[in-house]
């Protein structure tokens, strides 16, 4: 078993482990800090698929921001004075029963068919070819994504001081 | 021993995805259906990465998942306003609670 080998085995059972925890664990606070450790992993498997920035996108953007805004949607819709911040789950039975039928079929058709696989060396560092395709290729893409993310800024401002 | 290959990448994320599913059907709280959904984009974004990789894409797979990245935040952002807001009308955040259009 080599190093590579035995790196993926580590981020990927930190990351499902935790994914576990997410949707199992009772305080949702708890909830929120295991979604790290998820984010974590996740960027330990881009970082082994020889994806450098999207890791540290993915850093910067999901841990630094959307888990600061979870957590922040967490405190101010919980009294935290009172005991409310345990929140039931619901039809915990036929949620697992659907959702595993769901997970085999979906594990079983991706890992049993035959992909035509070229593996091909890492292009690292990914960086400068990112840069190049976003400004170039996907020029107008990135554009309306910047649209977007105003328009998100505008609306969630909108919505939350009404 | 098998070398870690396309489809151990798909099975973390065939499993990632479906936990997201779990949470988000079987939790009552808003914001952890928020959470729900953030770990099914974060299996497609490993799903992007890994056929990116394997599929001699280049860097369209990497490029996909930076998008998907922006639009999670965007989403994010937009659903915590919207969580606030029931919040405010309902004074809770229990999705099973609030079904006044039922009525």
């Known amino acids: 078993m080599s190093i590579y080998d035995i790196i993926f085995y580590l981020f990927a059972t930190i990351t499902l482990v935790s994914a576990f925890f997410v949707?199992?664990?009772?305080?949702?606070?708890?909830?929120?800090?295991?979604?790290?450790?998820?984010?974590?992993?996740?960027?330990g498997i881009?970082?082994?698929?020889?994806?450098?920035?999207?890791?540290?996108?993915?850093?910067?953007?999901?841990?630094?921001?959307?888990?600061?805004?979870?957590?922040f949607g967490v405190m101010l819709t919980n009294k935290i004075t009172n005991v409310q911040i345990k929140i039931?789950?619901?039809?915990?039975?036929?949620?697992?029963?659907?959702?595993?039928?769901?997970?085999?079929?979906?594990t079983a058709s991706l890992v049993n068919t035959p992909w035509r696989k070229i593996d091909t060396a890492p292009l690292l560092p990914t960086t400068q070819g990112l840069g190049l395709m976003l400004i170039s290729e996907y020029g107008v893409v990135f554009e309306l994504l910047g649209i977007l993310l105003l328009i998100a800024l505008i609306g969630a401002a909108s919505l939350a001081r009404k | 021993m098998?070398?870690?290959?396309?489809?151990?990448?798909?099975?973390v994320s065939s499993i990632l995805f479906s936990l997201g599913i779990f949470g988000i059907v079987t939790r009552r709280n808003a914001v952890m259906v928020l959470m729900g959904i953030e770990l099914m984009l974060n299996a497609s974004n490993i799903n992007f990465i890994a056929f990116a990789k394997y599929g001699n894409f280049g860097l369209q797979g990497q490029i996909m998942a930076l998008f998907v990245i922006v639009l999670a935040a965007a989403e994010a952002a937009i659903a915590l306003a919207i969580v606030l807001n029931i919040y405010k009308t309902f004074s809770t955040v229990n999705v099973d609670e609030i079904d006044t259009l039922k009525d």
């Open chain 1, 23 to 43: 949707v199992t664990i009772r305080n949702i606070v708890y909830s929120a800090f295991f979604l790290l450790f998820t984010f974590f992993g996740v960027a």
């Open chain 1, 46 to 71: 881009y970082v082994i698929l020889g994806a450098d920035f999207v890791a540290m996108v993915q850093l910067i953007i999901y841990v630094g921001g959307i888990l600061i805004l979870i957590l």
């Open chain 1, 88 to 106: 039931g789950t619901s039809q915990i039975i036929p949620a697992s029963i659907g959702v595993g039928l769901f997970a085999g079929i979906l």
């Open chain 2, 2 to 11: 098998i070398h870690i290959g396309l489809s151990h990448f798909l099975f």
